[in-house]
């Protein structure tokens, strides 16, 4: 796997915020809620409603003719990521509020979708929203008959099919299964495991910067 880093409160205005990097890929996302709904009409009596907004920065990728905000991809990613954080937020327990995630690409050099899904459950757990687990992602694919761990937008490239995939570790339960393009079954089988695997490490280390950034605020309560 990519180097990892991540670091919590990047946002000060923002509840909950945090950076998490992949490699060469880097990511901010910032959680505001919960608070009151703003659209009355999309209130919900018995849980919270849970927004997320998604956005590659233009300066983010080599490419300049980047899409405007709203484009079909943007819309897509966004859905994936609320409907995975849905999976691990106790929405029951914030019923009539609104929870807004917001997400933006800052790098882009492949397996984007899993480091926002990263940042965006440190930022959760910075707000103090209340989650079943931690939901991680990593994506994993298969190149030159060799599952691959973490693919760089190199790797991604050259395509070979990958698959990313979101899990609850501690439930062992799958929350995301994205694949494109075709595996057998048995390959299928050790590329999930391998992206499994690494998404177990991406929890290992998020829970260390959770339990760090602890530490710091009671060792400032204390001083």
Do not use: W
Not at 81 to 88: D, G, K, S
Not at 147 to 153: F, M, Q, S, V
Not at 204 to 220: C, F, V, W
């Amino acid at each position: 796997m990519r180097q990892i880093r991540a670091e919590i409160g990047a946002v000060s205005k923002a509840d909950g915020s945090a950076i998490f990097e992949m490699g060469n890929t880097k990511v901010i996302a910032a959680v505001y809620g919960p608070r009151e709904v703003q659209n009355r009409s999309q209130q919900m009596s018995d849980k919270a409603l849970v927004r997320c907004e998604y956005s590659m920065a233009n300066f983010s990728t080599g490419d300049r003719m980047r899409k405007p905000k709203g484009d079909r991809r943007s819309t897509e990613i966004s859905l994936v990521i609320r409907q995975t954080m849905e999976e691990c937020i106790l929405t029951h327990l914030m019923p009539r509020s609104q929870i807004d995630i917001y997400v933006q690409v800052l790098q882009a050099d492949g397996g984007t979708r899993s480091a926002c899904i990263n940042a965006a459950t440190l930022a959760l757990a910075d707000a103090g929203i209340p989650m079943l687990d931690l939901v991680t992602s990593c994506s994993a694919g298969y190149l030159n008959s060799t599952p691959l761990l973490d693919l760089n937008y190199v790797e991604d490239s050259a395509g070979g099919p990958d698959v990313t995939v979101g899990i609850l570790p501690k439930l062992d339960k799958v929350t995301l299964l994205q694949m494109d393009s075709k595996l057998p079954i048995d390959i299928l089988e050790n590329v999930m495991q391998l992206a499994t695997e690494g998404c177990k490490a991406i929890a290992n280390y998020i829970r260390e910067i959770l339990l760090e950034n602890t530490k710091q605020l009671e060792y400032r309560r204390g001083s």
